[in-house]
């Protein structure tokens, strides 16, 4: 496909025929009474677990009013537009989407002096939540968990849990990533409703809420910033810290910082120092994770951490030389694969835990080193594989915005690229930024990201904003997003549309000769965001036949040729003119857009 095609393809998505059914080895082998089953939270497990993935009913109406029947079975936490969902239907913006189960009976069993809290790992978009009739909680948001303590809610037996869903997709400015309900090109199968897993847990009337830490890799020095809820007098706290399940004494000092909701919700701190002979670093070559157990009264969590520091430095004793990426003070190129995390049986949700750390360890052995988690968030799990596993991330914040202008978006930067960088983004309307409301909603998603995700050390670089799609006050996001969290990089305008400001110049380039721009340079690294993006489509192993990509080859030899050559004569050569990162396009095939490593069903590694 040439330039104006591809171009064309990206600006008029297509209509065509339904997606033709595509499983992955998991889906296929699937025990839908065991369905994604592992402990949801990693970053802070308790011993109390129920999950409720499994058939749930569903039904599908044009009024807010309950159903008076529901249509079937729906397999949560698969979205009904997913073919394992056993649904295989489009919710539509009109339309509200139904869920109802009866909790366990372990739920009656809930012991003296316990609370039970209900989790949701995402529900995409707008969701309320019912327990025996009564709202238990309300959420916006497509990609973030929330919860509810339903204790008071519950009866003798025969519990019911009911959830409304509404999602707009197409008609608002919501958050919504890749997803569209035209489906084409370089934009997919748009899905709602239950996509993570859901789940209860028992804790004492004094728990903790939420748990990350704050780490300083020069000092030594590692805080555990706690939110903890309380009934009565706060009970004391008490840290262990392990290494290779060998407990290190260290000294914990406490201090509690501040109190709300009338002092029954508190912050409070524990900090430490690790020994010297104790000191371990994180790094893909030697993932290094401590362990933690936390007590806070008759509460406990097992957690982790670790010691890794990202930066952009300029290499020592060179003068007049391009500032790099640098893990623990030393210069590390990183070699980075898009990511969109798409299944074709699950769309958002892996079929498998395995699926998950198959896509990591495939990217390990073909010498990728980052992923950059393109305009999604993922589930906790994804990120704690990362973390074990050594594979740093580059995070993007899910766009949103109105309907794209994609003349201004796509042909203006691409033909006209130093026109593009004069583009402000005070342009609201040019951008999709008209609704002030929805630039507020997004704004407060993205802080509510950076938030839940900075527990996870593998995050190395935030992404506010891809290509222009809904960006808006890039300066003052990058600044909002560095205050809280002060510790990691920002890519603010990844692709285009700079705006002078963040920690990269971050360019997209995939019809023009790979290269670095001539320039002196300030304090911002060079950053080959996305390219590649070498289509070859694998009969019986995609779910379309008309298909995208920016340069197709027609075999898997000649596309293996060609992404050898790529990425020895032409991107490795930048490292030595100031290449700090790349990101190849990409790790698997999505719908009409093949220009995968990897299939999209995972079954064929194209380079192998």
């Known amino acids: 496909m040439n330039f104006s095609d591809a171009v064309k393809s990206i600006i008029k998505p297509h209509k065509h025929d339904r997606l033709s059914p595509l499983f992955t080895k998991w889906g296929e082998s699937m025990d839908t009474a065991n369905v994604l089953s592992e402990y949801p939270r990693p970053q802070m497990r308790r011993d109390s677990?129920?999950?409720?993935?499994?058939?749930?009913?569903?039904?599908?109406?044009?009024?807010?009013?309950i159903p008076a029947g529901f249509e079937g079975k729906i397999l949560v936490p698969f979205s009904p537009e997913a073919a394992l969902s056993g649904v295989n239907r489009q919710l539509k913006p009109d339309e509200f989407l139904w869920y109802r189960t009866i909790l366990p009976d372990a739920c009656e069993q809930t012991a003296p002096g316990m609370r039970l809290l209900l989790h949701f790992g995402a529900v995409d978009y707008e969701a309320e939540v019912f327990v025996n009739g009564t709202l238990a909680a309300a959420h916006r948001g497509g990609y973030l968990p929330f919860?509810?303590?339903?204790?008071?809610?519950?009866?003798?037996?025969?519990?019911?849990?009911?959830?409304?869903?509404?999602?707009?997709?197409g008609l608002k400015s919501e958050a919504r990533g890749k997803q569209t309900l035209a489906r084409g090109g370089i934009f997919y199968t748009a899905q709602s409703g239950i996509w993570q897993s859901v789940w209860l847990e028992q804790v004492p009337l004094s728990y903790i809420?939420?748990?990350?830490?704050?780490?300083?890799?020069?000092?030594?020095?590692?805080?555990?910033?706690?939110?903890?809820?309380?009934?009565?007098?706060?009970?004391?706290?008490?840290?262990?810290?392990?290494?290779q399940g060998q407990e290190i004494p260290c000294l914990v000092s406490c201090e509690t910082i501040s109190a709300r909701d009338p002092g029954t919700v508190f912050t409070a701190s524990l900090s430490f120092t690790i020994p010297e002979e104790y000191f371990h670093s994180w790094s893909p070559e030697d993932p290094f994770l401590y362990d933690v157990k936390l007590t806070f009264g008759r509460d406990q969590v097992q957690s982790y951490f670790a010691m890794r520091l990202f930066s952009i430095e300029k290499p020592e004793n060179q003068e007049n030389t391009a500032p790099v990426f640098c893990l623990n003070h030393k210069p590390y190129f990183l070699m980075g694969v898009l990511d969109q995390g798409y299944w074709?049986?699950?769309?958002?949700?892996?079929?498998?835990?395995?699926?998950?750390?198959?896509?990591?360890?495939?990217?390990?052995?073909?010498?990728f080193n980052m992923l950059r988690k393109h305009i999604k968030a993922e589930c906790a799990r994804w990120y704690y594989h990362c973390d074990r596993l050594g594979m740093i991330v580059c995070q993007d914040m899910v766009n949103g915005g109105s309907r794209y202008h994609m003349p201004v978006i796509s042909y203006l930067p691409t033909l006209f690229p130093r026109m593009a960088s004069r583009l402000k983004d005070s342009h609201y309307a040019m951008l999709s930024r008209k609704d002030?409301?929805?630039r507020q909603q997004w704004e407060q998603e993205c802080l509510e990201t950076v938030a839940y995700l900075k527990f996870f050390p593998s995050i190395a670089i935030w992404v506010p904003f891809n290509e222009g799609w809904g960006q808006f006050d890039t300066a003052r996001i990058t600044n909002l997003i560095k205050e809280a969290d002060p510790h990691r990089l920002v890519d603010s305008a990844s692709g285009w549309f700079d705006q002078n400001c963040g920690d990269f110049i971050s360019v997209h380039n995939y019809f023009?000769?790979?290269?670095?721009?001539?320039?002196?340079?300030?304090?911002?690294?060079?950053?080959?965001?996305?390219y590649g993006g070498y289509a070859c489509h694998i009969k019986g192993h995609s779910s379309v036949e008309r298909i995208f990509g920016y340069k197709r080859y027609n075999s898997l030899a000649d596309f293996q040729s060609a992404y050898r050559n790529l990425i020895e004569n032409s991107l490795m050569p930048l490292k030595s003119r100031g290449l700090c990162?790349?990101?190849?396009?990409?790790?698997?095939?999505?719908e009409e857009e093949v220009n995968g490593i990897l299939s999209y069903d995972r079954k064929i590694n194209k380079l192998l």
């Open 49 to 65: 677990f129920i999950f409720l993935n499994g058939y749930w009913d569903y039904a599908i109406t044009d009024s807010p009013s």
């Open 344 to 367: 074709p049986d699950g769309l958002y949700t892996a079929p498998a835990d395995e699926a998950l750390i198959y896509d990591i360890t495939v990217m390990k052995s073909l010498g």
């Open 436 to 438: 002030m409301a929805a």
């Open 512 to 530: 023009r000769p790979l290269s670095v721009p001539v320039k002196k340079w300030d304090s911002r690294a060079f950053f080959l965001s996305e």
């Open 147 to 169: 919860h509810a303590d339903i204790t008071d809610l519950l009866k003798g037996s025969g519990n019911e849990l009911l959830l409304k869903v509404k999602d707009t997709t």
């Open 581 to 590: 990162a790349a990101v190849y396009t990409q790790l698997s095939d999505v």
């Open 209 to 243: 809420e939420n748990l990350w830490f704050e780490t300083d890799y020069d000092k030594r020095t590692v805080t555990a910033r706690i939110s903890a809820h309380r009934t009565g007098e706060i009970p004391s706290f008490a840290l262990s810290l392990l290494c």
